[in-house]
């Protein structure tokens, strides 16, 4: 097979990248038809954190979400990226209840899972891939990416073996910092490809660094044929490389490619407009930054450590805590900077940063990292830190934690009989609150148009002009003056 094929990441991974998880439902299905005869080979479409964030801050239903987008999208299957550990990211939700969950994403339309290993332990997801093919779903695992001296091309290609375990449909190297290189790929392709035995392999790669569109064709001249790609208001930057341009520059390599380009160009011209209507970031090419490679920090992880020490009066401390991040990491014994070991590092980083020292306070997530509670890792943690948390009050309450198996009937003898399993789930994602009010929100919108918001997007854009102290715009019927106060 010469023809590249594309997993797309618009609504999943660039939507998380690029605009915080803010893209509605409505705003999906009015893409949905073009998705559909594009001729992706799959379509990343949610995760956990989207669950949550549709319920907490759009009020809308994510199984709703996915039954209304599997009603439409038949020609490739929609899938989800998820902890295989943990049905909850920062705090740990494991058992039988992630069998309810595969049951429950099939029969809402979700045909394929995508897991992953923060540590890549892959017989820790062992349980959570069995239930995955009970289910039958499509399953595929995640060898995550870094940069150690730990982390060498055997490590990646015994984790490989240890993939195949599993008996996954396909096997992808998921680079969440960006980080590849054009050299390694050169190395660390081979180096997977020679072990899969015949298993199918996918790349997913970041912007972050500015490498992955020349990572990714690297990798379609050594063989690989399917890429993870958003399309181009949703690429680049933290996102994926753009469908677009990476398709037009396969096919210099002479690949050619099932995807219908007239279709991606209608679904990049649909979410130009919603960008536009809503203030949201178009997705641009970045500049190479060679300490991205030294503190590895996601660049979701970044926008919101930014927005955290505005709201705090301390933005102007950031160097200082990315310098304090990749001394955190060693000491920790390198984890790989993925979700919620990238949060796990940096939230310590900034404390240790504001408080003017060194490990003064540590946070639980991090005295149960270094209990072992997130699986073993590539390096001890260093000897002194761990003597300083062995010495803490409550080392000794979390070294009494064992691991929880929870289940659906758990939760429904928890939660009330009256639930069915859908709404069980999500209330092990989110605050009753949270719940009550997206119902109380009524049923969700379908339907979006970005032509009726031109005036919001025309007064935005005039608001950043600082010298501008007063506006008045008039017409026939309509005035509208704005003043700077």
Known sequence: MNDIRIVDTTLR??????????????????????????????????????????????????????????????????????????????????????????????????????????????????????????????????????????????????????????????????????????????????????????????????????????????????????????VSPLANGPSQPATETFLANARRLGLGTPVDEAAIGAIAEHFNAVARAEGLPHGAPVEFDAFQFEHQVPGGVISNLKRQLGQLGVQNRLPEILEETVRVRKDLGYPIMVTPFSQFVVTQATVNVIQNERYRTISDEVIRFALGHFGAQVRPVDASLLDRIHSLPRTRDLLAWNPPRTSIEDLRRELGAGLSDDELLLHALVSAEDFKAMRAAGPMKTEYSAAGRPLAAFIRELAKHEKASYISIHRDGFSLELKCH
Not at 193 to 217: I, N, S
Request: proline content about 4%; some cysteine.
């Open 13 to 230: 991974d660039g939507n998380a990248s690029l605009w915080g998880e803010k893209m509605s439902t409505a705003m999906m299905l009015q893409a949905a038809p073009l998705m559909e005869r594009a001729g992706f080979s799959a379509i990343d479409a949610t995760a956990v954190s989207h669950f949550e964030y549709a319920v907490r801050y759009l009020r809308e239903d994510p199984w709703e979400r996915m039954r209304l987008l599997s009603s439409v999208i038949t020609t490739a299957p929609l899938g989800m990226m998820m902890l295989g550990t943990s049905l909850n990211l920062f705090r740990q939700v494991m058992g039988p209840i992630m069998r309810t969950w595969m049951e429950r994403m099939k029969a809402n339309g979700i045909r394929r899972v995508q897991l992953m290993e923060s540590s890549n332990n892959m017989a820790d997801i062992a349980e959570t891939a069995r239930y995955a093919r009970e289910a039958g779903i499509e399953l595929g695992v995640a060898l995550c990416f870094t940069e150690s001296e730990e982390h060498t091309d055997e490590y990646y290609a015994e984790r490989a073996r240890d993939a195949l375990k599993l008996a996954p449909d396909m096997i992808y190297l998921k680079d969440p910092g960006g980080l590849l290189t054009p050299e390694r790929t050169r190395t660390i392709v081979p180096a997977l490809l020679k072990e899969l035995d015949g298993c199918a392999f996918e790349l997913h790669g970041h912007c972050t660094t500015g490498m992955g569109p020349l990572c990714y064709l690297e990798a379609a001249k050594l063989g690989v044929r399917t890429f993870h790609t958003a």
